[in-house]
């Protein structure tokens, strides 16, 4: 440990000026076009020196120093500006390596105390050191040893190449689509291109426009399925390629991605729990994803990934390898009771009595088209396909020490809980739940997104569960009889 204050590695000077050039782009091209004769080319020079000289500023006025008690960090030039870290505040150490810093050997470190990490406000970020350096940083301050750690390493779960068919079930192609979409109808808009100066692009338009609309239909979503598929499977492998999850003395390692490496340490005394969640065409394909439900990393959902979407049977096994009791992760649950059935298909048949309604008085009263709500008519089987699926998927259990809640269709998530890491109860009853004797009950805890609901949950049932998870917690609010 050297308590000097030291600078970051210099090979970041061939980094930071290309990542702020990155950064202005839009603009310097901006400036290059819209400038007058050789005005734009002057000024985009300009703008180009001065994000140059941006990016090696920060390495001139960028120091830090680790000390038994601190992780202190000073960046700025004109105003000064000093972060610093409790060391018994650190939670996560976060190693992350874009192309070119993987290229020159760096690595960015992110220091989260789980305290508005995700607000900048409590973190620190050193961008960049030497990956050896980074690596031994991170041990140091997760009070672990580098040779300990490699010398006990018990690999959870690896990416296969087969898992990459879960990739389109995931719909993140979507998201692609719009930025690419977005790119280009801002492209266009600024370039003004007019049809006229494009023979091919005039025949293109009168040939759709020739075209019958239902064909058009069907080639649209044809495509559309193909492109997200293909660029979901695409960011698939960018985010998971070398997924590797690992259990080392005391913390799990999570090391992930293709061209942007991520490596991710947590430490097992935080670990709460976990979540398996299955997206609904996730688990048509049979898919699930698991995450960790730990304290530290609240605002870094990302950083709490265990497994990326993969076979089922592998998320239950990686979920109950990580809390070591397979059988919370698998057991069978208590199912909600006729009153829960009931009040899911009642609720689903008054909302699509509610739509199909407003659709026929529109077209009674004020002429809209009929098929409006003769369409609508098919929400009353889609609905009660889907009350029947989200009754299905409720459920709650108490299973060694842990608390497992279950609900959810379009997204079904088992969360395992071990009760140990629960610090508080909330019990919730509606109008309409009081009238059908269901409980809402929340465990709350200091991990994770902090609560954690057990959804319509028979009232006795309810009080008996909290009171057996934490014997004790309940007595002074408790009747015994």
């Not at 291109?193 to 239902?214: C, H, K, N």
Request: hydrophobic share 50%; glycine share 10%.
């Amino acid at each position: 440990m050297n308590d000097d204050w030291q600078r970051l590695s210099a090979r970041m000077l061939a980094v930071h000026p290309v990542q702020e050039v990155v950064r202005l782009l839009p603009v310097l091209i901006g400036v290059l076009f819209i400038g007058r004769g050789g005005q734009g080319q002057i000024w985009s020079l300009v703008g180009l020196g001065l994000a140059i000289a941006a990016g090696l500023l920060r390495w001139f006025t960028t120091t830090y120093q680790i000390t038994a008690e601190h992780v202190r960090v000073r960046r700025g030039l004109l105003s000064r500006k000093e972060l610093s870290v409790p060391r018994d505040r650190i939670r996560t150490v976060d190693l992350t390596s874009r192309p070119l810093q993987r290229i020159l050997g760096l690595s960015r470190v992110v220091i989260g105390t789980g305290r508005g990490d995700w607000q900048g406000a409590m973190g620190v970020t050193l961008d960049s050191l030497a990956t050896a350096d980074a690596a031994r940083l991170r041990e140091e301050l997760l009070h672990r040893r580098t040779e300990h750690t490699e010398g006990l390493v018990d690999v959870l779960a690896e990416l296969r190449p087969g898992w990459v068919r879960f990739g389109p079930f995931t719909l993140s192609g979507i998201a692609a689509i719009g930025v690419v979409v977005g790119s280009l109808a801002n492209l266009f808009n600024e370039v003004r291109i007019d049809e006229d100066d494009f023979g091919m692009l005039q025949s293109l338009v009168g040939r759709v426009a020739s075209t019958p609309v239902w064909l058009i239909v069907i080639v649209l979503l044809v495509l559309t399925v193909v492109l997200v598929s293909v660029l979901s499977v695409i960011a698939y492998v960018l985010a998971f390629w070398n997924f590797r999850l690992a259990r080392g003395e005391g913390t799990l390692r999570v090391t992930r991605g293709l061209l942007t490496t991520r490596q991710t340490t947590i430490e097992l005394r935080r670990l709460r729990g976990a979540e398996i969640s299955e997206p609904l065409l996730l688990r048509a394909a049979r898919g699930a994803r698991c995450s960790a439900i730990t304290t530290g990393l609240r605002g870094e959902h990302s950083g709490s990934v265990l497994l990326p979407p993969a076979p089922r049977a592998v998320a239950h096994r990686v979920a109950g390898d990580v809390l070591e009791d397979p059988a919370a992760a698998t057991a069978e649950l208590v199912q909600h009771g006729p009153r829960a059935h009931l009040r899911r298909h009642t609720r689903a048949f008054l909302f699509a009595a509610a739509v199909t309604g407003l659709c026929a008085l529109l077209w009674w009263f004020a002429d809209w088209p009929a098929w409006l709500w003769q369409v609508a008519l098919a929400l009353f089987p889609i609905g009660a396909l889907l009350a029947e699926d989200r009754y299905r998927n409720l459920g709650h259990a108490l299973i060694g020490g842990k608390l497992v809640f279950r609900q959810g269709s379009l997204v079904r998530r088992r969360q395992v809980l071990a009760t140990e890491g629960v610090i508080g109860w909330v019990f919730h009853r509606s109008f309409f739940q009081r009238r059908a004797g269901l409980i809402s009950l929340t465990a709350t805890t200091a991990a994770g997104r902090q609560h954690y609901t057990g959804v319509d949950v028979p009232a006795a049932e309810a009080i008996a569960l909290a009171d057996a998870a934490e014997p004790g917690l309940l007595e002074p609010f408790l009747v015994r009889r």
